[in-house]
């Protein structure tokens, strides 16, 4: 992974230094707090419901097993002993004291993090596939390029005052796991004349208008990139709206204004960028690449998992090894999910103890490699088969063994009512009570994404959920509005509103509605929700729900 | 809790700590006003929050929220006795619209009425004395019992007000709170459109800021709403704004002779001015123009002898200049507000695009914290007035990185040796 030379150390020293300033100004009482919440917000650190919350970025998601244990000593220390791994790919501590900031700060800087441009209106923390660089389906490894997007985006000059945050994706799969499309710039590797390039999305989002993103170039060199984000950037810097924050993202703009007439003016501004300073010359990229080069794998690695007796004894097992292993490129090697999604725990978090054990098992069986997914969970993208079992021997003794990823109840839950100053309604209890309905009955089910937002800035994504549930108020009580048919992947879809809101203790019971339906309806038990869906329509969901 | 005399004076020791209201104004950043406004009146203090109103020309949104929250909330109205009577009319209608059964009226002491305007005509000699008998005194009296008030305030409507909070503590550390801070005329615009809400009957004839009769005149197209308030007068806020307790503070003195202009490492004298209404376009020296009607007379300019300024506001499109740009000397971008990062693209493209080499300025809010990324879009001159940043400027003490990421295009960041690619050293 990428290594910090004595620049990027630099850069993160002085910046560093300077927030630690700000922080020190503002609690001796000279900034005022509408001074200091710019330069807070700059350097990650938001105020919610408790107290301050400190988002520390984890670029495209990567790690290595320092940097997890450092993540596990600043809980431990600074917090209640515990982290919350989000849907941006990071982590946020949600009790940390405003003056223990700028320590916290030191102690990320010592393994080269820290938590700029995790907030604010600036180009935020790029995220990426988290099988990056071990997926089978791979055109490209997107580490390098978003690396190289990752520098250029840090503190830029021109584009720090944006009107609103901007998020930039990457995937270089052809399976489309990072949901480029609902960010306000999502990359997707193309293949063209035998070269690799990047298919441009524009003006994808959540939050209160959800968009799926436009295709604005079909195919933009590797040399260009930056030229050409540069260029998307500054057209978006100079006229999206900032008259009203709701309408100020990026999909906003390439709404009203049409995506052609986005277009015209992007490659306008591209036309004068272009074989500029921001040509990205092939050495360079050649050079970030070596970072990403693939592990000494072992060539006669086993390609078959040692443990099928095994799991034919323990049903646990047998479905940890269906539901959490994604398909290597490397014969003999397999990618594991750790599920952060415990029946009845926190969707996302993990104690010190279990960020301690998990960084060394990415030490002794994943070539010190750890990623965050944008799933809530943790990967550990490289491992030989033949280890898997004692990877999972050691996940049961953390708690941490459940074989539920991407069924019912691997749901992504924002932290609601019970963490978020803006909620409108409890998230994570609503995911723990569905976690708990269904947990015996959830491979039954197959693939099924539940995704659930607190209120309409949909941090939780249920938008693109199979199944979407979205807090709302109504005169003092919470509701929740339930969506099906969502999608984030390249077939991109938001799902269908199916009707007026139920409670918080009616929500298992519409799901399990919604359930029979598609267990009725099936064509057979290979058919996904989600396809089930598509072929029936909402018809019959909306029928099981109101009647 | 929305009965005020049941509660005791507000005591000191409940009051919010300055990281307390901070925490606050974080929550509530991005909340809607009507949350504010909830959060204020049932949660914030076991003290009651009072409502205060003015009845005046954008009373009816807070009103109308009020009523959604509670139509018993107590909604308290100075009546100074110098009310137009159709702001007096304007209270009937709005307690019967809104179904608001609690307004009080607070009047001025018979007394000090006696005493200090006994004909009614102090507001003529001395209006900070009328406006402290018959606003400050009653409201302070009232206000006792509160914890704190809700007050109508909008950033937009003053230049002293770029930066109000949802939160504030007054100077005996009460909560003054501002749902609508964030709002601007458009919004209030809206929410009116919108809930069918009745105007202010002068509102429609040209006043847009309502107070008392003899203190408010009409507002011309295009002036700030508030001007038509003691227009003539160096006074632009009342006295209850500041402080209940009764001293009213002094605004910041006008037009003092700071010198703003920062350049070439010191603040020096500024040589220019921006054009006046009555200058003519001729023979300008030294003189800013603004962007829409240098565009509109640029012919008539050609021959122009002297100096030439163009200010450039965010919105204004700097393509359309583009080839003008060896006319101009200099040329002032605004930042009226500090989050607004417009300046710094047509910044960079004045400079790397059509390769402006006068003075660029850059004039408005601006922090310490923006100095560096000004100066690395091309930014060669600031106009600063910030208190804090002016002395980090002075002391050479800006906020900053020695080594950048991306290269804008400067000569100041020049390629540092052998190293790769996009990185600069300053
Ligand atoms: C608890 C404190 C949080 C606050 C106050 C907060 C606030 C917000 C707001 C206001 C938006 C909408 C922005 C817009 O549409 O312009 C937003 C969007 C978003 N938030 Fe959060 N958030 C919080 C926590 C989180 C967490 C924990 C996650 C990750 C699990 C998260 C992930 C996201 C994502 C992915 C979006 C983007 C949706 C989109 O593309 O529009 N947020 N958040
Ligand atoms: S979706 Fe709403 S409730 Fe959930 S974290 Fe985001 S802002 Fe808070
Ligand atoms: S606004 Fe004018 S009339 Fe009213 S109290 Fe103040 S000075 Fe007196």
């Given at each position: 992974m990428y290594r910090y030379d004595e620049f990027d150390a630099a850069f993160v020293r002085e910046r560093t230094e300077q927030f630690s300033d700000q922080v020190k100004r503002r609690v001796a009482g000279e900034l005022t707090e509408d001074q200091f919440r710019p330069l807070r917000l700059m350097n990650g650190l938001y105020l919610q419901l408790h107290a301050y919350m400190l988002r520390v970025a984890v670029p495209y998601g990567t790690l290595n097993s320092r940097q997890m244990h450092k993540l596990a000593h600043i809980a431990r220390t600074y917090d209640r002993g515990y982290g919350h791994f989000t849907t941006r790919q990071n982590i946020q501590y949600n009790w940390p004291k405003l003056q223990d900031v700028p320590k916290i700060l030191e102690e990320l800087a010592e393994v080269e993090m820290h938590a700029i441009q995790?907030?604010?209106?600036c180009i935020r923390n790029v995220t990426t596939d988290?099988?990056?660089?071990?997926?089978?389906?791979?055109?490209?490894?997107p580490r390098p390029v978003a690396e190289i997007i990752r520098q250029w985006s840090s503190l830029h000059p021109e584009f720090s005052f944006l009107p609103r945050k901007f998020k930039i994706a990457i995937t270089g799969?052809?399976?489309?796991?990072?949901?480029?499309?609902?960010?306000?710039i999502g990359l997707m590797a193309n293949e063209k004349d035998g070269q690799v390039g990047w298919r441009v999305f524009v003006g994808g989002g959540l939050g209160r208008t959800p968009m799926v993103a436009k295709e604005i170039n079909d195919f933009v060199p590797h040399e260009d990139l930056l030229a050409y984000l540069e260029a998307i950037l500054r057209v978006y810097n100079l006229?999206?709206?900032?008259?009203?924050k709701y309408k100020a993202r990026i999909k906003i703009l390439v709404h009203e204004t049409g995506i052609e007439q986005i277009r015209e003016e992007v490659e306008a501004e591209f036309a004068q960028l272009?074989?500029?300073?921001?040509?990205?010359p092939q050495d360079e990229l050649d050079r970030i690449s070596t970072y990403f080069a693939?592990?000494?794998?072992?060539?006669?690695?086993?390609?078959?998992?040692?443990a099928e007796q095994h799991a034919l004894e323990n049903a646990q097992y047998a479905k940890f090894l269906k539901r959490n292993l994604f398909k290597h490129r490397q014969p003999g090697y397999t990618s594991i999910t750790i599920s952060?999604?415990?029946?009845g725990e926190v969707p996302g978090d993990a104690s010190d103890a279990q960020m301690d054990a998990i960084a060394e098992l990415a030490r002794e069986f994943s070539f010190d490699e750890l990623r965050v997914s944008h799933e809530q969970n943790l990967v550990?993208?490289?491992?030989k088969k033949s280890d898997v079992r004692a990877i999972y021997e050691r996940l049961v003794e953390i708690g941490?063994?459940?074989?539920?990823?991407?069924?019912?109840?691997?749901i992504i839950a924002?932290?609601?009512?019970?963490?978020?100053?803006?909620?409108?309604?409890?998230?994570i209890p609503i995911a723990q009570d569905i976690a708990k309905r269904f947990a015996d009955r959830e491979n039954e089910f197959g693939e099924l994404k539940v995704k659930i937002s607190g209120?309409?800035?949909a941090c939780g994504h249920h938008h693109v959920g199979h199944i979407g549930i979205l807090g709302v108020e109504k005169k003092g009580t919470e509701l929740y509005q339930i969506t099906v048919?969502?999608?984030?992947?390249?077939q991109a879809a938001v799902g269908n509103i199916l009707g007026r809101g139920v409670t918080g203790d009616e929500v298992p019971d519409a799901l399990e509605k919604l359930l029979n339906v598609y267990m009725d309806q099936r064509?057979?038990?290979?058919?996904?929700f989600l396809d089930a869906f598509r072929r029936l329509g909402e018809a019959p969901f909306k029928e099981a729900l109101y009647g | 809790m929305a009965n005020a005399n049941a509660a005791q004076a507000f005591v000191p020791k409940e009051r919010l700590s300055d990281l307390q209201l901070v925490a606050l104004n974080g929550m509530f950043d991005e909340r809607d006003a009507l949350s504010v406004l909830r959060f204020a009146l049932e949660?914030?203090?076991?003290h009651p929050i009072a409502m205060v109103s003015s009845?005046?020309?954008?009373s009816s949104v807070l009103l109308h929220m009020v009523a959604q929250i509670n139509p018993h909330q107590e909604v308290l109205f100075l009546?100074?006795?110098?009310?137009?009577?159709e702001t007096l009319e304007y209270v009937e209608t709005m307690k019967q619209r809104l179904g608001l059964t609690n307004v009080r009226f607070l009047e001025p002491d018979t007394s000090d009425l006696a005493r200090f305007d006994p004909k009614g005509d102090l507001w003529q000699t001395d209006p900070d004395s009328c406006c402290h008998i018959r606003k400050t005194e009653p409201l302070d009296a009232a206000l006792k019992a509160y914890g704190g008030w809700v007050t109508g305030r909008?950033?937009?409507?003053?230049?002293?007000?770029?930066?109000?909070?949802h939160f504030e503590l007054t100077s005996d550390e009460r909560i003054k709170v501002n749902?609508?801070?964030?709002?601007?005329f458009e919004d209030v615009k809206a929410y009116r459109a919108e809930h069918d809400l009745p105007p202010h009957p002068l509102f429609n004839v040209g006043y847009l800021s309502i107070g008392c009769a003899p203190c408010t005149s009409m507002v011309k197209e295009g002036?700030?709403?508030?001007?038509?308030?003691?227009?003539?007068?160096?006074?632009?806020?009342?006295g209850i704004h500041f402080d209940?307790?009764?001293?009213i503070a002094k605004p910041q003195a006008k037009?003092?002779?700071?010198?703003?202009l920062f350049k070439d490492g010191q603040f020096v004298e500024d040589q220019w001015r921006d054009l006046a209404?009555?200058?003519?376009?001729?023979?300008?020296?030294?003189v800013f123009m603004p962007f829409s009607l240098y565009i509109e007379h640029k012919d008539r300019l050609v021959g122009n002898n002297g100096a030439l300024g163009l200010i450039v506001q965010?919105?204004?499109?700097v393509h359309e200049i583009g080839d003008d740009?060896?006319?101009?000397?200099a040329i002032a971008v605004e930042f009226?507000?500090?989050?607004?990062?417009r300046g710094y693209s047509s910044a960079r493209l004045l400079r790397e695009?059509?390769?402006?080499?006068g003075e660029l300025r850059a004039r408005g809010d601006i922090l310490t914290d923006q100095v560096q990324f000004l100066r690395r879009c091309g930014f060669d001159s600031l106009v600063v007035v910030d208190g804090p940043t002016r002395n980090a400027l002075e002391n050479d003490?800006?906020?900053?990185?020695?080594?950048?990421?991306?290269?804008?295009?400067?000569?100041?960041?020049?390629?540092?040796?052998?190293?790769?690619?996009l990185r600069r050293v300053k």
């Open positions: 995790t907030s604010g209106n988290q099988f990056a660089g071990a997926a089978h389906d791979e055109i490209i490894d799969a052809q399976q489309d796991r990072a949901a480029v499309k609902f960010h306000d006229h999206g709206r900032r008259d009203n272009k074989d500029g300073v921001l040509t990205l693939a592990p000494p794998f072992a060539a006669d690695a086993d390609d078959v998992l040692d952060l999604k415990s029946v550990l993208p490289h491992v941490l063994a459940e074989g539920n990823a991407g069924l019912i109840s691997d924002c932290p609601g009512l019970d963490y978020c100053a803006l909620a409108n309604a409890r998230s209120c309409i800035n048919g969502g999608d984030a992947t390249e064509e057979n038990a290979d058919e996904p | 949660e914030l203090t076991s009845f005046g020309a954008d009546e100074t006795g110098k009310h137009f009577p909008k950033r937009f409507q003053t230049n002293d007000r770029g930066v109000l909070p749902p609508l801070a964030y709002w601007d002036e700030d709403p508030r001007s038509g308030r003691w227009r003539g007068r160096d006074k632009t806020e009342c209940v307790s009764g001293k037009g003092q002779s700071m010198k703003t209404d009555d200058d003519a376009l001729i023979d300008l020296d030294h965010p919105g204004d499109d740009v060896h006319r101009f000397a009226p507000k500090f989050a607004d990062g695009r059509y390769g402006f080499d003490a800006i906020a900053g990185v020695s080594v950048f990421m991306q290269p804008t295009g400067r000569d100041i960041e020049v390629p540092a040796g052998t190293r790769p690619f």
